[in-house]
């Protein structure tokens, strides 16, 4: 159980700590559509990039796939624009029109696996429990979303009920801060 208590702080500073603004963004992007009442969506949604994470993030650490760590990190932040573009387009918030994002958020999911996978599989030991350390870095991951989410649907709460502000200025407000920071990103971690 030391493993999985070491590996949930990890997996939680994964999402939280200042150094995870790429992963802060894609969740912003990917739930800037939401209100509180969709708070179950969202927990799925969240979910979906968890289990994209923690598929890659499995295969990396027993050594069946290995990726080009400049690549990862340039595709990182690509993940974050594509989603904040396709907010965009979303008129209606219907279950159906943003059934998209369960999509994005499972395969973007795999990507973001990727830019974590090198630095997870020095750390885990050869006399650790890989399994456990694995599920208590993928529960830290998934709390620390639900964190950041609820975080940012009390905030579209407080902006579209209280200051009544319009939802869909508060989407394009929100998309188009994520697009433009993440933009810069990508352009920093150019891998060419």
């Given amino acids: 159980m030391q493993d999985f208590g070491f590996y949930f702080g990890i997996g939680w500073?994964?999402?939280?700590?200042?150094n995870a603004l790429d992963?802060?963004?894609?969740?912003?992007?990917?739930?800037?559509?939401?209100?509180?009442?969709?708070?179950?969506?969202?927990?799925?949604?969240?979910?979906a990039f968890t289990i994209?994470?923690?598929?890659?993030?499995?295969?990396?650490?027993?050594?069946?796939?290995?990726?080009?760590?400049s690549w990862v990190e340039f595709l990182i932040p690509c993940t974050i624009i594509i989603t904040a573009v396709s907010n965009l387009?979303?008129?209606k918030f219907t279950a159906k029109s943003i059934r998209i994002n369960y999509f994005l958020a499972l395969a973007f999911g795999l990507i973001?696996?990727?830019?974590?996978a090198n630095s997870i599989?020095?750390?885990?030991?050869s006399d650790q429990s890989v399994g456990w350390g694995l599920f208590g870095f993928n529960v830290g991951l998934e709390v620390g979303q639900i964190v950041v989410v609820v975080v940012?649907?009390?905030?579209?709460?407080?902006?579209?009920?209280?200051?009544?502000?319009?939802?869909?200025?508060w989407v394009i407000?929100?998309?188009a801060a994520v697009f433009s920071l993440a933009l810069k990103m990508a352009l920093e971690r150019l891998p060419f």
């Fill in 89 to 91: 387009f979303q008129k």
């Fill in 112 to 116: 973001h696996g990727m830019g974590f």
């Fill in 13 to 18: 500073e994964h999402i939280i700590s200042k």
């Fill in 121 to 125: 599989r020095f750390m885990l030991a």
């Fill in 52 to 69: 994209g994470h923690s598929v890659t993030l499995a295969l990396s650490v027993f050594d069946v796939i290995r990726f080009n760590s």
């Fill in 23 to 47: 992963h802060q963004l894609f969740i912003a992007a990917i739930a800037a559509i939401y209100l509180l009442k969709d708070w179950k969506q969202v927990l799925i949604l969240v979910t």
């Fill in 152 to 169: 940012l649907l009390l905030l579209a709460y407080l902006i579209i009920n209280i200051f009544r502000a319009n939802r869909r200025e």
């Fill in 173 to 175: 407000f929100l998309s």
